[in-house]
């Protein structure tokens, strides 16, 4: 019995097919996690002993990776015991995934991971099947 998972990510959702038993299941994991915002000049507030203190984009900062870990929480069940795991997608979030996969200790046996355009969902569920 195998189980292989094709996974197309980015920060908004997650679209993975399962094939096992030579039986195929679909599922749509949206995020909660806003675009990343990057605050004007940068500047972040000094205590009064020079150290560096708490701005607003710190604040932001902690909140965008708690978000997206907790996305990652919701994806990783569906993952978890495959035996080969294709995992694609444009920007960071395939190698943030792989990392949280990694930091959980789940299974890792054949993860491939691969750059890819915005796909439809035709398109995504038929290169998540090969």
Known sequence: ?????????????????TIENKKEIIKEITSNVEKKIRFGDGSRSKKSDG????SSEDVWDRQFKIRLDNYYDQIVPFIREADAIY?????????????HIDWKNLKKQNIIIETADKLTDNQILSRGCS
């Not at 195998?2 to 097919?17: P, Q």
């Not at 997608?89 to 395939?94: Q, S, T, V």
Request: proline share 3%; no cysteine.
């Open 1 to 17: 019995m195998t189980k292989e998972v094709g996974l197309w990510i980015d920060r908004r959702r997650a679209f993975i097919v």
């Open 51 to 54: 150290v560096l203190g708490s």
């Open 87 to 99: 995992i694609f997608g444009p920007g960071e979030a395939k190698d943030e995934l792989a990392n």
